[in-house]
């Protein structure tokens, strides 16, 4: 048994998490694996090193592939997704575009929920610049999935709840589907966060998660990370190179983004971001329940002011996705977005805030606001902008973890102000 286990585990998210660390030998005996700066590793017997290159063994060969201080972080995500293992990168961009690159081919086709992170749509539609197609598709109905699969169809990529406009994929549904069509189904977790919910849950095979936002929570690093979630049957995934047909076919999919994905495209996570992002996860559960329930009351007070005219937030009865969202995730989520009435300028509301920060980031935890026509969503133009549903007096909240009652004052005096 490993030091400090709870031999049942049945351990909280956050107990798991905290004691992660300790639970494989650290010098000292320390609480927390050190920062290892070190980009290689020395061996003593030249045997060693090859079996190590060869997979015979496992070891630390170059920091772009692997380092103790990021496998360390790496343990404490798959606990958080109950998965079988992770690899970080750089980015969560980097982390999206492993898989993709790593997994796909010229020739492919795969299906995208149409609601979704801008860049990761902008980096899909590059991907057809490659041969590689996509559809994008209505997500919350897994008829329109169903019915966009073709004999080429690979996978299938969904968000939890979109950004802006907090629309909740038929998590469920699709999984069934990809499980019944054999598809490989990847669902980026950003929004809701592990705590919030575990897509293995789902059947997803691969689950994504930027570690920029709210696992991380402070804004001072950037990380992304893919877990395999172990139900995914690999051996029926025709892109898998027979090098990387190797042990447990559980793992061939992570061996060959790790090859293909990492260490190719080099899109590394640092150490020194693997611990900051590490130090954020610790509370992660804490600031997930007290950011939910802040934007659970700002969502209701915009909700009845006579100057909002939508609020679009899964946690309110009158959504559409309420009771799937509901019955999926474990709390209501960080993220809200707010159409103003017309004739009322976003900017002046924006401007008139004295704790809500007018910046692009999300999952923070301080409150942060954004006008969404006019910035992240700028570059897709009106008519897309239309078909989303993104008016111009559009704003996305962010909610963080202030005091509730100084975050519904200070949007109170704004919304009187604009
Ligand atoms: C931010 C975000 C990403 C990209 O993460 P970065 O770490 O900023 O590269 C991907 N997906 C979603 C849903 C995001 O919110």
Redesign the pocket.
């Known amino acids: 048994m490993e030091k400090g286990t709870n031999k049942e585990n049945t351990e909280g998210f956050t107990t798991q998490i905290i004691h992660s660390d300790r639970r494989k030998p650290i010098e000292h005996d320390s609480l927390h694996r050190p920062i290892h700066t070190s980009i290689t590793y020395e061996y003593a017997e030249a045997r060693d090193i090859a079996d190590v290159f060869q997979g015979k063994a496992s070891g630390y060969t170059y920091g772009r592939q692997v380092s103790p201080t990021t496998s360390a972080l790496e343990d404490k995500i798959t606990l958080m997704e109950n998965g079988l293992s992770t690899t970080c990168f750089s980015?969560?961009?980097a982390a999206?575009t492993a898989v993709m690159l790593s997994l796909l081919r010229q020739g492919d086709h795969f299906i995208s929920s149409a609601y979704l992170?801008g860049?990761?749509n902008s980096f899909f539609n590059t991907l057809t610049n490659f041969g590689i197609e996509v559809s994008f598709v209505d997500a919350t109905d897994v008829q329109q999935v169903k019915a966009a699969i073709r004999p080429n169809t690979k996978a299938v990529f969904v968000?939890t709840i979109a950004?802006p406009c907090t629309q909740v994929a038929d998590l469920e549904g699709i999984g069934a589907l990809c499980e019944q069509q054999n598809l490989l189904y990847i669902v980026?977790n950003?929004?809701t966060s592990p705590f919030l919910f575990q897509p293995k849950t789902v059947k997803a095979g691969l689950i994504i998660n930027?570690l920029?936002?709210c696992i991380s929570g402070h804004g001072n690093v950037?990380?992304?990370a893919v877990t395999e979630t172990g139900l995914y049957d690999w051996s029926s995934f025709e892109n898998i190179y027979d090098d990387y047909k190797k042990g447990d076919v559980a793992n061939w999919g992570m061996l060959q983004i790790k090859k293909k994905g990492l260490r190719d495209t080099g899109g590394t996570l640092s150490p020194k971001a693997a611990h900051d992002i590490g130090i954020g996860a610790e509370t992660l559960a804490l600031r997930q329940e007290r950011s939910g329930s802040n934007a659970l009351a700002v969502a209701r007070y915009c909700n009845a002011h006579p100057r909002v005219k939508r609020v679009l937030y899964p946690g309110l009865e009158i959504h559409p996705e309420f009771a799937r969202a509901k019955s999926l995730f474990r709390n209501s989520s960080f993220l809200l977005s707010v159409e103003l009435e017309d004739g009322i300028d976003c900017f002046d509301f924006l401007n008139a805030l004295k704790i809500v920060v007018i910046t692009s980031n999300?999952g923070d935890n301080r409150t942060l606001a954004i006008p969404v026509a006019q910035t992240i969503f700028y570059e897709m133009g009106v008519a897309r902008r239309e078909s989303m549903g993104i008016s111009d007096n559009m704003i996305r909240l962010s909610i963080g973890i202030e005091d509730e009652r100084d975050l519904l004052n200070d949007i109170e005096q704004a919304l009187t102000k604009c």
């Open positions: 980015t969560g961009m999206i992170f860049n990761t968000e950004n980026d950003t929004i930027s920029s936002k950037l990380g992304g999300l």
